[in-house]
């Protein structure tokens, strides 16, 4: 099961901030069973939004996360973006303008803003691709969304990494199901991961799991993560691993 994960901000190409997101999101996905086949980051712009989501889509990963761009701005554009992607509508969500209109008033009543009525720019953010289910988006204002098109299940989720964790956790997570996936960290008794390399590729060869090696410096140790679909397997890799004389310990 592939996953790819984009990410959109003009900010996160200038280097004015750091991509934490799709790190985060990754992380999660793995933990779920999907590998992350790529992350893309583009700007605020729609064409180049919407190129690569037809790109990723022409793919056929069986999971995409969207994160970034769902604000009341301008440059805002990730819903039109992908509306346009997949020939679809913005329409007006009455449900989600009336969490929107809650959410300012509540900001309102605790002295942190000075009006709590809708205008333009907030009623923006209630526009989502017709035909898409919102994410409710439980520490901020704009709604994620959820659809899947064409075997694809797409996530657009806020860029806030506060709002997009609560909205992954929540919203996204339980929409993914409970699948069987194992990952195990090992340390390999050698100082040199050249000397590693042809022992990992026949590993690869021979048993049906995915191999990530962390250099620790021309020391002693070599990190190992060993993924695979069931604790069996992954114990098979690595003894045969030792049968090639590398010696491990378990963890970092």
Known sequence: MFAEILTIGDELLTGHTVDSNSAYIAQKLT????????????????????????????????????SGGLGPTHDDVTMLAVAEALGKKLVLREDCLKRIEEFYRELYEKGLIDDPNLNEARKKMAYLPEGVEPLKNTVGAAPGAYIEHEGVKIFVLPGMPREMKAMLENEVLPKLGERKFVQRKLLAEITDESKLAPILNETLEKFPVRIHSSPKGFGKYIGIILFGEDGEIIEKAKKFMEEKGIRFEEGW
Do not use: F, M, N
């Open 31 to 66: 933990e779920k069973g999907y590998w992350v086949r790529r992350k893309t980051t583009v700007g605020d712009d729609v064409e180049e939004i919407k190129a690569v989501v037809r790109e990723i889509l022409s793919r056929k990963p069986s999971v995409l996360i969207i």
